[in-house]
């Protein structure tokens, strides 16, 4: 028996920013989809000959009139994204839901206005929040959906990420996090770097868990693996939707394993300040509306099994991080296998293959071992392929992402470059410590991270915990 009849642990999802709201509008749009949940909350019948058999009401709840509604809220300082969201799908989100500060002039991508503002409007988007968890039966967490270069998404997600911590001490926060382009002459921010050192702050100290979405790597996978001369940002934000809809598919289509985010995470968690992971997809294929990939050659249908799409998800070319999976080792790795009669055995045989081949270094202190989980597909979504795989890896070759942010951020600090923009706000018209103690904290989770790679890092543990105390 699957626990579909369980009662559903709710995740309220917090969009914040521009990103965070485009992204999040991706996300909604893919299950609505694998829901057959319509524009305006209404469900479709599934095909005659199918069960739906799905959680929807982990990610949506239901009003008087039977429609589905997105357990969501959009939050942004300035109108232009979220306006757009709420009136383009103004019969699905509940439009109480909506916060757009009243100056609307956004945060100038700066942190320490975003986080200013974050405090400014505390109350009233904390009682947003309030009023969302009393409406869930059995809250189990929130997602918050941002980028860390931004002044929104990166400032004021920091400054909830550190309230739902204190508000909401037992319930789980992970974050889909958008890394910006690490090509500087590719960015339009120049201060990017000190925006995502003060958010790697709070990632580190107030998350549980932060799915790292990074947009290099996204461009070099719509390049390489889609074949899109110039990928969009319509582009990027389907490879996103796809992301986050994989992650979540045990928690909305249940199966013996992984039905809760603490199942989830608590696998691939085995110490709290290594929680940030990376993530893989095979095949891939982008969803063709709008005619937006009309000049794009079909793509070639292939044979997929259950060996093939493992083997594809141990490739450092479907990970969709900039780093190399090659060097370092993999702290744990959950591969999400999706489609309908998949026979376990195969997963076994798959498996064996795996580790006869060596195809994965593992940390030398704990378990080398590939979980799997088992997902059902939707019966709402005809897939072009038998056999899908998502792989969630928490790799010690993230300290490479981090490392290479924090040598950007050297370059600009050295000359205290950009500075007066944060002098003028509350939190650093005093000193610039918090930018110092923030670079500590991100020094010291690539310090941990390298330490994962050695048998002593057991002692590294109880060292640091020592000091904590």
């Keep these: 028996a699957t626990s579909t009849s369980k009662m559903p642990r709710e995740?309220?999802?917090?969009?914040?920013?521009?990103?965070?709201?485009?992204?999040?509008?991706?996300?909604?749009?893919?299950?609505?989809?694998?829901?057959?949940?319509?524009?305006?909350?209404?469900?479709?019948?599934?095909?005659?000959?199918?069960?739906?058999?799905?959680?929807?009401?982990?990610?949506?709840?239901?009003?008087?009139?039977?429609?589905?509604?997105?357990?969501?809220?959009?939050?942004?300082?300035?109108?232009?994204?979220?306006?757009?969201?709420?009136?383009?799908?103004?019969?699905l989100f509940n439009p109480e839901n909506v916060f757009v500060a009243k100056e609307g002039g956004g945060a100038g991508n700066n942190w320490a206005s975003g986080f200013r503002q974050g405090q400014e409007h505390h109350e009233q988007v904390l009682d947003m929040i309030d009023r969302e968890a009393d409406n869930s039966d059995s809250l189990e967490g929130f997602t918050l959906c941002h980028s860390i270069a931004g002044g929104t998404g990166s400032g004021m997600g920091s400054y909830?990420?550190?309230?739902?911590?204190?508000?909401?001490?037992?319930?789980?926060?992970?974050?889909?996090?958008?890394?910006?382009?690490?090509?500087?002459?590719?960015?339009?921010?120049?201060?990017?770097?000190?925006?995502?050192?003060?958010t790697l702050k709070r990632l580190t100290l107030h998350a549980d868990a932060v799915v790292v979405l990074d947009n290099t790597a996204l461009n070099r996978i719509a390049e390489d693996r889609l074949r899109i001369p110039n990928p969009t940002v319509e582009h990027l934000n389907s490879l996103v939707a796809t992301i986050m809809a994989a992650s979540t598919t045990t928690l909305r289509y249940p199966g013996y394993m992984n039905n809760d985010l603490i199942g989830l995470l608590a696998s691939l968690i085995p110490t709290p300040r290594c929680h940030f992971l990376m993530t893989g997809y095979t095949p891939l294929s982008l969803p063709d509306e709008d005619g937006l990939h009309s000049n794009r050659p079909a793509p070639l249908i292939r044979k997929t099994t259950v060996l093939d799409v493992m083997r594809r998800l141990t490739q450092p070319k479907n990970i969709m991080v900039s780093a190399n999976t090659r060097s370092g080792c993999y702290i744990s790795v959950l591969n999400i296998i999706q489609g309908n009669d998949i026979d376990p055995t195969?997963?076994?045989?798959?498996?064996?293959?795996?580790?006869?081949?060596?195809?994965?270094?593992?940390?030398?202190?704990?378990?080398?071992?590939?979980?799997?989980?088992?997902?059902?597909?939707?019966?709402?979504?005809?897939?072009?392929?038998?056999?899908?795989?998502?792989?969630?890896?928490?790799?010690?070759?993230?300290?490479?992402?981090?490392?290479?942010?924090?040598?950007?951020?050297?370059?600009?600090?050295?000359?205290?470059?950009?500075?007066?923009?944060y002098q003028r706000e509350p939190m650093f018209a005093d000193s610039l410590d918090e930018f110092d103690d923030a670079r500590e904290t991100v020094q010291a989770l690539v310090d941990e991270y390298?330490?994962?790679?050695?048998?002593?890092?057991?002692?590294?543990?109880?060292?640091?915990?020592?000091?904590?105390?």
């Design 11 to 91: 995740i309220i999802t917090l969009q914040v920013g521009q990103c965070g709201n485009q992204i999040g509008s991706a996300f909604w749009k893919q299950l609505c989809l694998e829901h057959g949940i319509q524009s305006d909350g209404t469900v479709l019948e599934p095909p005659s000959h199918k069960k739906a058999d799905d959680r929807k009401d982990v990610f949506f709840y239901q009003s008087d009139d039977d429609r589905y509604v997105p357990r969501a809220l959009l939050i942004d300082l300035e109108p232009r994204v979220v306006n757009k969201l709420a009136h383009g799908s103004s019969a």
């Design 160 to 198: 909830l990420l550190e309230k739902l911590q204190d508000h909401f001490p037992k319930k789980l926060v992970q974050t889909y996090s958008v890394f910006p382009n690490w090509d500087q002459s590719q960015s339009d921010v120049v201060v990017q770097p000190y925006n995502s050192v003060l």
């Design 450 to 469: 390298r330490a994962c790679e050695r048998p002593e890092y057991v002692d590294f543990g109880a060292a640091a915990g020592l000091v904590e105390q």
């Design 346 to 421: 195969h997963i076994h045989k798959a498996l064996q293959r795996i580790r006869e081949r060596q195809l994965l270094n593992f940390i030398p202190w704990g378990p080398a071992s590939i979980q799997v989980a088992l997902a059902r597909s939707s019966p709402f979504v005809q897939s072009r392929h038998k056999v899908s795989g998502f792989t969630l890896a928490n790799h010690t070759s993230m300290a490479e992402l981090f490392d290479r942010l924090l040598q950007q951020y050297d370059q600009i600090r050295s000359r205290n470059a950009f500075m007066d923009n």
